[in-house]
């Protein structure tokens, strides 16, 4: 206390004894991956007793194994993006801005797995893209960078166009170019996340000034687009039929869905135990990947699951706080992109599984197997926690510029 004047010895925003939202965000992605890495590595025991260093090597194969590289990666990542000011991102404008580079980047990435031979395919799919030799076996899926840039994107234009986004022409029409162009490129070999980026990309449209009138426009062309993806690739239209009666085909189409509700209902309150699934040993298909969440009902029962389904609503819930914070438009748009992105993976994901919906080749995310996934969606949450830094930061100046004035 000096003569009319008062000052805090400690930032507010790096006082660390301080429980702040982006804490706890945080706490949920690392309770997350944490689950993530035991359901992953008890998924993958085979009948044989091997899998990814699964659960026969005990605590130390669960340590050595390839999940766990792959969330100390990601939270790695978290932590640095959290430390990001988001709006230096927000600063740069037309082709002097990096961003504008990351999406041609991106975009060209996510087009070099349709050139025969270049991408890595699994179940026919060829979504990823080989690093260095094929023998190191180390990819990544481009999509998963496509899906977060995106975000960015048309964030950044809505923030800079704020007061045309109401206008058709020079509001609308430039993201959505962008938009149909990264669609068709995804939609090829991966619909669900192709759909995904697309409601997305729209939510955050009408959130920031696009009138709903000139969407409608687009919606029409966006339902052909869908329609003729699942027409180009028959498995498509398989799994909508066995979504519509899974019992009519229990060997072919219907196989997925019933395997799935089996895992779900044997799993009980409290579950089999971990490690004691039953599907997992060759009944399930992607029970690492896809279908995690059922291998978690099973062995974990519906006790497992809420727990599950319990972090995703903290994080959604503490990320909202955050945007809503969030005292400029460029910020506000990128937390809810972020936001949308995981609730609705999630809640499309478990819906698969559940058999709510047709099966959808989209993972969980933080706890389906998948290094760029898990790496890619924990960098978007850790900007979300640098918007919660930035908000203190800003509160706390504020408070100081207010203790500096004359009593």
């Avoid at 060209?108 to 991408?119: E, I």
């Avoid at 990309?201 to 009408?206: D, E």
Wanted: proline residues 4%; aromatic residues 8%.
């Amino acid at each position: 206390m000096t003569a009319g004047y008062s000052f805090r010895s400690t930032p507010l925003a790096d006082n660390p004894s301080v429980i702040r939202s982006s804490h706890i965000l945080q706490l949920a992605v690392v309770a997350l991956l944490g689950l993530a890495v035991i359901m992953v590595n008890s998924a993958a025991v085979t009948v044989s007793g091997t899998g990814d260093a699964g659960l026969v090597g005990g605590i130390t194969g669960v340590l050595t194994s390839r999940a766990v590289v792959y969330a100390v990666l990601a939270i790695a990542v978290m932590l640095l993006a959290s430390r990001i000011n988001v709006r230096d991102m927000f600063q740069a404008r037309g082709w002097t801005n990096p961003l504008a580079f990351i999406v041609i980047g991106a975009l060209a990435l996510a087009a070099l797995t349709l050139v025969p031979g270049m991408g890595k395919s699994v179940n026919g799919a060829s979504r990823w893209l080989y690093l260095g030799p094929k023998s190191l076996g180390l990819s990544f899926q481009p999509s998963e960078l496509v899906k977060w840039v995106m975000v960015i994107a048309i964030a950044w234009w809505c923030a800079r166009r704020r007061g045309l986004m109401h206008r058709f022409r020079y509001g609308l029409f430039p993201p959505m170019i962008l938009l149909a162009t990264a669609c068709l490129i995804v939609v090829v070999e991966d619909l669900g996340t192709a759909a995904l980026i697309g409601l997305v990309a729209v939510c955050m449209l009408i959130a920031g000034g696009a009138r709903l009138k000139h969407l409608a426009w687009v919606v029409p062309i966006g339902l052909i687009g869908l329609v003729a993806a699942m027409l180009h690739s028959p498995y498509r239209i398989k799994r909508l039929t066995a979504f519509l009666d899974p019992w009519a085909d229990p060997a072919g189409s219907g196989y997925h869905p019933i395997q799935s509700m089996l895992a779900v209902s044997q799993g009980g309150l409290t579950g089999s135990g971990l490690g004691n699934g039953i599907q997992k040993f060759g009944y399930l298909p992607e029970d690492t990947t896809d279908f995690i969440f059922a291998i978690i009902c099973e062995e974990l029962g519906i006790a497992g699951a809420a727990v599950v389904v319990g972090l995703f609503l903290v994080i959604l819930w503490i990320g909202l706080g955050i945007v809503r914070d969030c005292k400029d438009t460029f910020g506000r748009l990128v937390g809810l992109g972020v936001l949308l992105t995981v609730g609705l993976q999630a809640a499309i994901n478990i819906a698969v599984v559940l058999a709510v919906v047709p099966t959808k080749g989209i993972a969980l995310p933080l706890v389906s197997s998948g290094g760029t996934g898990w790496i890619m969606t924990a960098f978007a949450l850790g900007l979300v926690a640098a918007l919660d830094n930035a908000n203190y930061l800003q509160a706390e100046q504020e408070y100081e510029g207010l203790m500096l004035e004359p009593a």
